[in-house]
């Protein structure tokens, strides 16, 4: 999958999946390599029949393999794609994908992981994107050494191909999203010591191809970086990562146009969400060059509410913005964009993910009424400027939607939204999206009227 092809959902998950009260089982992750089973090795605590099939002992104890999966079926309908520039398409399309791991433990220092994917699409005018189609293929196939100590203290190795995950998702995630997951091929270390967590990675990420285990990594991109995590650090309440990122692109594409990119990003995240207070906040300075000339770029994001807990439905108040430098023209030698490299769908213009995050500034209000812990209603309306006049706008893929027009408005769009999700069962998820893009000057200069309504509903079952 190339990362200019690819739409950038982690923080949105968690909001759009309530939990369900414990039932004794170990929830279902995000990451599904994340997950632990190891208690229903004990018989008398399985109470379902796939239960048998989350610890199949190998044996010796501590070896065990864990068998797990996902089947999500989605229907979507963007009736104006890259709002009018795109196929018209008035009935949607249906996606699907397939998920089947398996977790071989081999005692309390060895670890192997493989997952398969596969992907389809149907009906879609125009045909299947990058993203919907991969028919079969190794999505993850990981080993975890843990060279000393234990899971809370001590030093893992993970070598293989592996999704993942930093931080709120802004920058590096395996874009859910998506019909199709990101996945990398490299090695990360992971070493805990005390409250503090610290990670270090080289990747490179995964080509998604349409046949049939035939993805291959990019070899045009390389990404590594490092930085750690600490709990609670100040006041005992907030959490704070801090982290550096480094990217090299042969190819990548800007309005200032096409080649080898080299960006180093340093960024501070700091989240609370607990309580009826909570925040995400996260700043971000890029620098390196591009074509042999330097980069200066920044974003800056903020996503917070209260949520009145004693109150009917629990309603949570928020508000998000963000804000992502664009350029400032040809007559600049220095490039001003910013790159959100594989970040996550939902990150900067929702769910629809017609605006990609360079070049963007977005407020957004909402409320979310909690009717029953598994379902949500979730009301918001974004609006969307350009950050400069002399950048252009981005798709979600990276890649210029419009060129650059001084002249014209920075207004781009308002988009109200209204999400339902519904937690059935431990296993099943339900969800609705709409959302409305009542389109602004800049869009309506060159195609008038070209409003957007996007529709997305799915149901995923997990095991």
Do not use: C
Not at 334 to 340: M, Y
């Amino acid at each position: 999958m190339h990362r200019r092809l690819v739409i950038p959902a982690l923080a949105a998950l968690q909001i759009l999946m309530p939990a369900l009260a414990d039932d004794g089982h170990p929830a279902y992750q995000l990451m599904r390599y994340d997950e632990d089973w190891s208690p229903l090795a004990d018989s008398s605590r399985r109470s379902e029949r796939l239960d048998s099939l989350k610890y199949i002992s190998l044996g010796p104890p501590g070896w065990y393999v864990t068998i797990g999966g996902e089947i999500r079926e989605k229907f979507e309908l963007l009736d104006q794609p890259a709002f009018g520039v795109g196929p018209v398409d008035q009935n949607g399309y249906l996606l699907q994908r397939y998920l089947l791991s398996s977790d071989f433990h081999f005692g309390s220092r060895f670890r192997f992981f493989t997952e398969l994917q596969s992907g389809l699409e149907d009906g879609r005018n125009g045909g299947a994107r990058p993203t919907d189609l991969d028919r079969l293929d190794l999505h993850q196939a990981f080993l975890d050494w843990r060279i000393s100590g234990t899971e809370s203290q001590g030093i893992m190795l993970r070598v293989g191909r592996q999704e993942v995950m930093f931080g709120s998702g802004r920058l590096i995630a395996p874009a859910e999203g998506l019909n199709l997951r990101r996945s990398m091929d490299g090695a990360r270390i992971n070493i805990k010591k005390g409250r503090i967590d610290y990670n270090a990675a080289a990747l490179r990420l995964v080509l998604s191809k349409p046949g049939i285990f035939d993805n291959v990594p990019d070899h045009t991109q390389t990404f590594w970086g490092t930085g750690f995590i600490m709990p609670r650090p100040f006041w005992r309440v907030a959490n704070i990562g801090v982290y550096y990122l480094g990217f090299d692109n042969r190819n990548s594409v800007f309005a200032k146009g096409v080649g080898h990119e080299v960006r180093q990003s340093f960024g501070a995240h700091i989240w609370k969400h607990t309580g009826p207070w909570d925040y995400d906040d996260e700043g971000v300075f890029q620098t390196g060059s591009f074509r042999g000339a330097p980069i200066r770029a920044w974003a800056l994001s903020e996503d917070g509410g209260y949520t009145f807990m004693h109150w009917r439905w629990q309603p949570r108040f928020g508000f998000r913005s963000d804000a992502t430098s664009g350029d400032q023209g040809p007559t600049h030698r220095t490039l001003g964009s910013f790159d959100p490299l594989f970040s996550a769908v939902p990150v900067w213009s929702g769910p629809s993910a017609l605006l990609g995050g360079i070049n963007l500034v977005d407020a957004t209000p909402s409320i979310r009424l909690r009717f029953k812990p598994s379902v949500t209603l979730t009301l918001e309306s974004s609006a969307f400027w350009r950050e400069s006049r002399f950048d252009a706008v981005y798709t979600a893929f990276n890649t210029p939607l419009r060129r650059a027009n001084p002249d014209a408005s920075r207004y781009l769009a308002t988009a109200p939204s209204a999400t339902v999700a519904w937690q059935a069962t431990r296993h099943t998820f339900y969800s609705i999206i709409y959302t409305h893009f009542f389109t602004g000057d800049f869009f309506n200069a060159a195609l008038p009227n070209k409003n957007v309504n996007y529709v997305a509903g799915w149901v995923s079952y997990r095991f």
